[in-house]
């Protein structure tokens, strides 16, 4: 019997065993996939730590780039200090990749990550010791690894591995001593294979020290006592593949997957997964309505520079039409933040909530996509979640409500400041959670518009939802917004869920009624999170007008997109962004020489978007000379939006420069291959 030294041990990052199938290409489904070599290869030497939900999206993937982007993604999500140039988990899983290639590859005679001793040591790293049974008795060559981990990742502190060679063969296999049983080591063993007792007596005469780990891998469980193997091996061994599954979340892969076509994720970028809230409110008399978005990452970073203690956010707001997924609106804006040394004390002890607000219109499905990309830290958060505010013209119904910590009332309005609605200030609870000691409410916005609706009725049940532990009316003006506040802490003192029914009434009859779920959690109460609310100095009450007029443009309801414009030029008559998207909205009526004319009245304006609509206008107009000029001015300026290659190919072909025009074309094409119309244009004039 001999002894390895012992080693130190790094849990790696990592996740469940994956089958490996390569020949030609790697069948899914009906889809063949067929991969360049280095891409085969690299699927070989990750299989014990890719997780299922990463292969299945690498072989969806087209392109090499793409695969490469991958492969880049899967080692940073890895990486313990993505700060640093160095990833130290992919170093130390070359190092074990190279050591069990040469030393299990050479024994066994296939790649060392494909034995069954390469996978664990890939996925464990060196056992502390290991025992070698070899030439006893008659017992198969065999190994015993054991392990001293952590009993964090939901395995024993201490355990063993057995492996054994079955006939003395050249290729060792896992020992299981419930599916194999101690009759498994022994050749040419005649006996009843389901008598654990007398093979393991014989084992125990050959090898005392093997005898133990046939019936149990768990040192601390007295396998002399025990009968039969117990169910604990098989745990352990399903524990131990699920060991990677705690340390990595395999929604980043998804994620990326999903938000590559509407978002640019640098590959270097770690996804964050965060808790959020959606809440909404009407303001300014019914006139606007608003989303508020509350993110809590599960990090945060910071960066220090001398004694300044700052982060810069990335933040994109997207909102598409939901039944065409086309996108409507797109906002990006980078927030400096800077912290003092009291905040920064704070930050280290607290959770961090990041608060956002942004208008969006009334009575359609929508989708939002919030992505929060942090400088300091190269990580990135992200929320989706559908939308749709009834018109609060036409409507009574209940807006929307939400748990507070607090809230406090406002000497001024504030639209550009996330969860104030009217002249409420809310400190929002992320997952309408309270603890005892807090004095929760629940703030609620209630919109009426017709006749007869002026109360609402606030019932208050136990954690069961059955029993009524309290009632209030609250009575509203027919006809107005209203924010009602109800304080829950005079009711709630139990432990868990309650069901909050808020029901608005005409009379006796519910209009409307939504179900609320707080929480009052019998943990002990954390410290409240750190709010960071950005600002946008950018969205005033011109620019909010402005954003709405834009989403009913695109949803093609140029009506209430030419009010919205029209009341913004009333404020500002120089407003440049509400007079282009003017011009856009007579384009689309067809009236272009009105869009044309609106142009002309503008001076001293040169960019990208002027120069398209006059474009745009000329082309439209037939005025080809003037078109294809403005086009070659955007061409050289690199602007490449396929519609307008389309346009300018389009009128070089008809002006009878095919050379020119095959050149746009194929432009356009490279931007977006699937364009079928346009393929045929290329096939024209090359014949």
Same mark, same amino acid.
């Given at each position: 019997?001999?002894?390895?030294?012992?080693?130190?041990?790094?849990?790696?990052?990592?996740?469940?065993?994956?089958?490996?199938?390569?020949?030609?290409?790697?069948?899914?489904?009906?889809?063949?996939?067929? +991969? @360049? !070599?280095?891409?085969?290869? %690299?699927?070989? $030497?990750?299989?014990?730590?890719?997780?299922? &939900? =990463?292969?299945?999206? #690498?072989?969806?993937?087209?392109?090499?780039?793409?695969?490469?982007?991958?492969?880049?993604?899967?080692?940073?999500?890895?990486?313990?200090?993505?700060?640093?140039?160095?990833?130290?988990?992919?170093?130390?899983?070359?190092?074990? +990749? @190279? !050591?069990?290639?040469?030393? %299990?590859?050479? $024994?066994?005679?296939?790649?060392?990550?494909? &034995? =069954?001793?390469?996978? #664990?040591?890939?996925?464990?790293?060196?056992?502390?010791?290991?025992?070698?049974?070899?030439?006893?008795?008659?017992?198969?060559?065999?190994?015993?690894?054991?392990?001293?981990?952590?009993?964090?990742?939901?395995?024993?502190?201490?355990?063993?591995?057995?492996?054994?060679?079955?006939?003395?063969?050249?290729?060792?296999?896992?020992?299981?001593?419930?599916?194999?049983?101690?009759?498994?080591?022994?050749?040419?063993?005649?006996?009843?294979?389901?008598?654990?007792?007398?093979?393991?007596?014989?084992?125990?005469?050959?090898?005392?020290?093997?005898?133990?780990?046939?019936?149990?891998?768990?040192?601390?469980?007295?396998?002399?006592?025990?009968?039969?193997?117990?169910?604990?091996?098989?745990?352990?061994?399903?524990?131990?593949?699920?060991?990677?599954?705690?340390?990595?979340?395999?929604?980043?892969?998804?994620?990326?997957?999903?938000?590559?076509?509407?978002?640019?994720?640098?590959?270097?970028?770690?996804?964050?997964?965060?808790?959020?809230?959606?809440?909404?409110?009407?303001?300014?008399?019914?006139?606007?309505?608003?989303?508020?978005?509350?993110?809590?990452?599960?990090?945060?970073?910071?960066?220090?520079?001398?004694?300044?203690?700052?982060?810069?956010?990335?933040?994109?707001?997207?909102?598409?039409?939901?039944?065409?997924?086309?996108?409507?609106?797109?906002?990006?804006?980078?927030?400096?933040?800077?912290?003092?040394?009291?905040?920064?004390?704070?930050?280290?002890?607290?959770?961090?909530?990041?608060?956002?607000?942004?208008?969006?219109?009334?009575?359609?499905?929508?989708?939002?996509?919030?992505?929060?990309?942090?400088?300091?830290?190269?990580?990135?958060?992200?929320?989706?979640?559908?939308?749709?505010?009834?018109?609060?013209?036409?409507?009574?119904?209940?807006?929307?409500?939400?748990?507070?910590?607090?809230?406090?009332?406002?000497?001024?309005?504030?639209?550009?400041?996330?969860?104030?609605?009217?002249?409420?200030?809310?400190?929002?609870?992320?997952?309408?959670?309270?603890?005892?000691?807090?004095?929760?409410?629940?703030?609620?916005?209630?919109?009426?518009?017709?006749?007869?609706?002026?109360?609402?009725?606030?019932?208050?049940?136990?954690?069961?939802?059955?029993?009524?532990?309290?009632?209030?009316?609250?009575?509203?003006?027919?006809?107005?917004?209203?924010?009602?506040?109800?304080?829950?802490?005079?009711?709630?003192?139990?432990?868990?869920?309650?069901?909050?029914?808020?029901?608005?009434?005409?009379?006796?009859?519910?209009?409307?009624?939504?179900?609320?779920?707080?929480?009052?959690?019998?943990?002990?109460?954390?410290?409240?999170?750190?709010?960071?609310?950005?600002?946008?100095?950018?969205?005033?009450?011109?620019?909010?007008?402005?954003?709405?007029?834009?989403?009913?443009?695109?949803?093609?309801?140029?009506?209430?997109?030419?009010?919205?414009?029209?009341?913004?030029?009333?404020?500002?008559?120089?407003?440049?962004?509400?007079?282009?998207?003017?011009?856009?909205?007579?384009?689309?009526?067809?009236?272009?020489?009105?869009?044309?004319?609106?142009?002309?009245?503008?001076?001293?304006?040169?960019?990208?978007?002027?120069?398209?609509?006059?474009?745009?206008?000329?082309?439209?107009?037939?005025?080809?000379?003037?078109?294809?000029?403005?086009?070659?001015?955007?061409?050289?300026?690199?602007?490449?939006?396929?519609?307008?290659?389309?346009?300018?190919?389009?009128?070089?072909?008809?002006?009878?420069?095919?050379?020119?025009?095959?050149?746009?074309?194929?432009?356009?094409?490279?931007?977006?291959?699937?364009?079928?119309?346009?393929?045929?244009?290329?096939?024209?004039?090359?014949?």
């Amino acid at each position: 019997m001999k002894k390895a030294g012992k080693s130190k041990i790094l849990i790696p990052i990592v996740i469940v065993f994956s089958l490996l199938f390569f020949l030609k290409g790697v069948s899914f489904g009906k889809e063949k996939v067929k +991969l @360049e !070599y280095k891409y085969k290869k %690299f699927i070989q $030497e990750v299989s014990p730590i890719i997780t299922p &939900t =990463e292969k299945k999206i #690498f072989y969806k993937l087209k392109t090499n780039k793409e695969r490469d982007e991958f492969i880049k993604l899967f080692w940073k999500q890895r990486d313990p200090t993505p700060l640093t140039p160095e990833n130290e988990f992919k170093e130390e899983y070359y190092k074990r +990749l @190279e !050591y069990v290639n040469r030393i %299990f590859g050479s $024994e066994e005679g296939k790649p060392g990550w494909a &034995t =069954e001793r390469g996978k #664990f040591y890939l996925l464990l790293g060196p056992p502390k010791t290991i025992d070698r049974y070899d030439g006893m008795g008659r017992l198969y060559p065999t190994e015993v690894w054991f392990y001293s981990i952590s009993p964090k990742y939901g395995v024993p502190a201490n355990f063993n591995l057995v492996f054994y060679k079955p006939d003395w063969s050249n290729e060792y296999l896992l020992y299981s001593p419930n599916q194999d049983g101690p009759a498994a080591l022994i050749g040419g063993y005649s006996g009843d294979k389901n008598d654990y007792y007398t093979a393991y007596q014989y084992i125990k005469a050959w090898a005392p020290g093997l005898a133990p780990m046939t019936i149990s891998l768990i040192p601390t469980e007295k396998a002399n006592e025990i009968s039969t193997p117990p169910l604990s091996n098989i745990t352990l061994i399903a524990n131990i593949k699920n060991i990677p599954r705690k340390q990595i979340d395999e929604d980043y892969i998804r994620r990326y997957y999903e938000l590559r076509p509407k978002v640019e994720i640098d590959y270097s970028l770690r996804y964050v997964k965060s808790k959020f809230i959606i809440f909404y409110s009407i303001e300014q008399n019914k006139k606007i309505g608003f989303v508020h978005m509350l993110l809590q990452p599960q990090r945060f970073s910071i960066e220090r520079y001398n004694d300044r203690f700052y982060t810069k956010l990335g933040i994109i707001i997207k909102i598409y039409d939901k039944k065409s997924g086309r996108e409507i609106i797109s906002f990006n804006k980078d927030q400096f933040l800077e912290f003092n040394k009291r905040q920064i004390f704070e930050l280290k002890r607290r959770k961090v909530n990041l608060g956002l607000k942004f208008p969006i219109i009334f009575d359609k499905e929508l989708k939002i996509l919030v992505f929060i990309k942090n400088y300091a830290s190269q990580e990135y958060f992200v929320l989706e979640r559908d939308l749709n505010i009834p018109d609060p013209q036409r409507k009574s119904f209940i807006i929307d409500g939400i748990v507070a910590f607090r809230y406090r009332k406002a000497n001024t309005l504030n639209l550009k400041r996330p969860f104030q609605v009217e002249d409420i200030i809310i400190t929002p609870s992320i997952g309408n959670e309270f603890y005892s000691g807090d004095s929760p409410y629940l703030i609620l916005g209630v919109n009426s518009s017709n006749k007869g609706v002026d109360k609402v009725l606030v019932s208050i049940f136990d954690s069961k939802g059955k029993a009524l532990i309290g009632k209030e009316i609250k009575n509203v003006k027919e006809n107005e917004l209203s924010y009602l506040i109800i304080n829950l802490s005079q009711y709630i003192k139990d432990f868990g869920f309650h069901k909050v029914k808020v029901e608005l009434l005409r009379g006796d009859i519910s209009i409307d009624v939504k179900d609320f779920q707080p929480l009052l959690s019998p943990l002990k109460s954390p410290l409240k999170p750190f709010m960071i609310f950005p600002q946008f100095k950018e969205l005033n009450i011109k620019d909010i007008y402005y954003y709405l007029a834009l989403q009913y443009f695109k949803l093609k309801e140029n009506k209430s997109a030419e009010k919205y414009v029209n009341n913004i030029l009333l404020l500002d008559s120089g407003y440049l962004k509400a007079k282009l998207l003017k011009v856009e909205i007579f384009y689309s009526k067809g009236e272009i020489k009105k869009g044309l004319d609106l142009l002309n009245t503008l001076e001293n304006i040169n960019s990208d978007k002027y120069v398209f609509l006059k474009f745009f206008g000329n082309y439209k107009k037939g005025n080809n000379k003037e078109a294809l000029k403005l086009g070659e001015i955007l061409l050289k300026r690199g602007y490449l939006k396929v519609n307008f290659l389309n346009d300018l190919g389009t009128l070089y072909y008809l002006v009878g420069n095919k050379k020119k025009a095959l050149e746009i074309f194929n432009k356009s094409l490279n931007i977006n291959p699937s364009q079928k119309n346009i393929k045929e244009m290329v096939e024209k004039i090359m014949n």
